[in-house]
């Protein structure tokens, strides 16, 4: 060989382009789609910035129309949500999550020129319906890319979107609000307008910038795109043959799905979890703003919207280490039953600590729990489901999820007005988030929720 010969290239290894492969995933793929779910979520939320801040009083609103305009968002998503993931499944997410996108945010922007709260209530049903599918279809296109071992990783740097959306998007629709005047309109309505033109633009990026499988993307080397492939492949044909606990074979169709105990279950469980998520997304606003008079203070509507972002940002950092911790040890069912149990006792005593730093600490504590325990749940369905029955069933649990951000909304402005404060409904929330511990606790029990392996463990040993 001359000397001037370059030495012939290492082999690359398998361990090699798996790290390769899941980070070109984790850093193309994921931020993009979870920047779609923050502006999907601060759309869904805006309504609860909107309230305390002019709406309320513009429309005479009671806290119970407020919490049936909050919640009749979630009877409209129902209607239409295993289906959109089912059309999502057949004509591909690059598409389906576009048109999503732009209908959603046409609907949106229609909040601007609301003007009583029977127009509140049918926009917000139609918001729902045009957002039908999005979640349950994002989880599902991300679950279609990387195998079950690495999932709790990339659901919980998508889910790392939802809080997030609260630290940034409470302060950005207090600063929005606060432009009064803008266009002749008032704050909530200028608010409204500029958080609605974002969702439109990133459906029109998304039908060109996503792709629908791994085959397909430039971006991934031949080896990269074969190993993911061939992962995969693998890993649905081991679905399709596994024995259930039922006794049952978990079958890509659409009666897999609905005939599952599993999936039934993990529905009770997300309810649980959601109930106590949007209790507190639509009304910890509204809440804050009560500090006024159940503490005697005074605050602007930039000092509310801070307030309002605080428990979210420690709730995205317990979220980032926990995924990880659950990923680098294996996915466990306590690290989902446990943050469960956390939340169920810490948010009942929130209104009894006798000042708003105390009430707003006890509630990061919660907001820390149910946020850290979403992505690793995420990432139990994907384990036994396949194909049409994965859609079906995402989309299914997630409805149970959806009725819950319905009856948490209503029923929390109803015991509200029924009792003069907000002790009864954060009650009702713990029984819930302990009820989604309990059947935690039993699916895990009866294998209905198997642990993935950790990671760092070499490919071959998990063969």
């Known amino acids: 060989m001359p000397a001037s010969a370059a030495p012939p290239a290492a082999p690359v290894t398998r ?14 793929l994921v931020p993009f789609v979870a920047l779609m779910f923050f502006v999907n979520y601060l759309d869904r939320t805006a309504v609860s910035f909107a309230e305390p801040n ?15 305009a909050s919640g009749i968002f979630f009877l409209g998503y ?10 999502l499944h057949r004509f591909g997410a690059r598409r389906w999550l576009a048109r999503i996108m732009v209908t959603w945010g046409v609907v949106s922007l229609l909040f601007t020129w609301v003007n009583s709260s029977t127009e509140l209530y049918a926009l917000r049903f139609l918001l ?4 039908a599918g999005f979640f349950p279809g994002a989880i599902l296109f991300l679950s279609q890319w990387v195998p079950s071992r690495h999932r709790t990783k990339i659901l919980g740097l998508f889910y790392l979107a939802q809080p997030l959306t609260t630290v940034f998007g409470a302060p950005l629709a207090g600063w929005l609000i606060g432009h009064h005047g803008l266009f002749g309109l008032e704050g909530w309505r200028v608010m409204f307008l500029f958080v609605s033109v ?26 990269e795109k074969t190993w993911l492939t061939g992962e995969l492949a693998a890993e649905n044909a081991r679905k399709t043959g596994h024995e259930s606990p039922e006794g049952k074979h978990a079958k890509g169709d659409l009666k897999a799905a609905f005939t599952n105990g599993r999936v039934w279950t993990l529905a009770v469980v997300y309810f649980g979890f959601i109930y106590g998520l949007y209790a507190l997304a639509f009304f910890l606003p509204t809440i804050i703003n009560g500090f006024q008079d159940q503490y005697g203070t005074t605050f602007s509507v930039m000092d509310k919207a801070w307030i309002t972002a ?11 280490f926990w995924t990880r911790h659950a990923t680098r040890r294996g996915t466990r069912t306590w690290h989902i039953a446990g943050p469960a149990v956390v939340g169920g006792v810490t948010i009942p005593p929130a209104l009894y600590m006798g000042s708003p730093t105390a009430t707003v600490a006890v509630i990061t504590v919660t907001a820390c729990a149910i946020f850290a325990a979403l992505p690793v749940f995420w990432s139990v369905p994907s384990r036994f489901l396949t194909g049409a029955a994965a859609a079906a069933g995402i989309a299914l649990i997630n409805t149970a999820g959806n009725i819950a951000g319905f009856a948490s909304s209503y029923i929390t402005g109803w015991l509200k007005d029924l009792s003069g404060a907000y002790y009864l409904p954060l009650y009702l929330v713990g029984f819930f988030m302990l009820l989604s511990a309990a059947l935690m606790i039993r699916l895990g029990a009866r294998g209905g929720a198997d642990a993935e392996p950790a990671v760092h463990e070499p490919t071959e040993a998990k063969r």
């Open 78 to 87: 129902i209607v239409l949500e295993v289906p959109s993931n089912m059309a």
């Open 198 to 223: 974002p969702a439109i633009l990133l459906g029109v990026i998304a039908w060109f910038y996503l792709i629908d499988r791994p085959a397909d993307a430039k971006w991934l080397t031949p080896e």
């Open 310 to 320: 605080i428990p979210y940002l420690p709730a995205a950092i317990v979220l980032y």
């Open 54 to 68: 002019g709406m309320g009083q513009d429309l005479a609103l009671t806290a119970a129309q407020f919490g049936f």
């Open 128 to 131: 729902g319906v045009a957002e």
């Open 15 to 28: 361990q090699a382009v798996e790290k390769s492969a899941i980070r070109k995933v984790s850093t193309r």
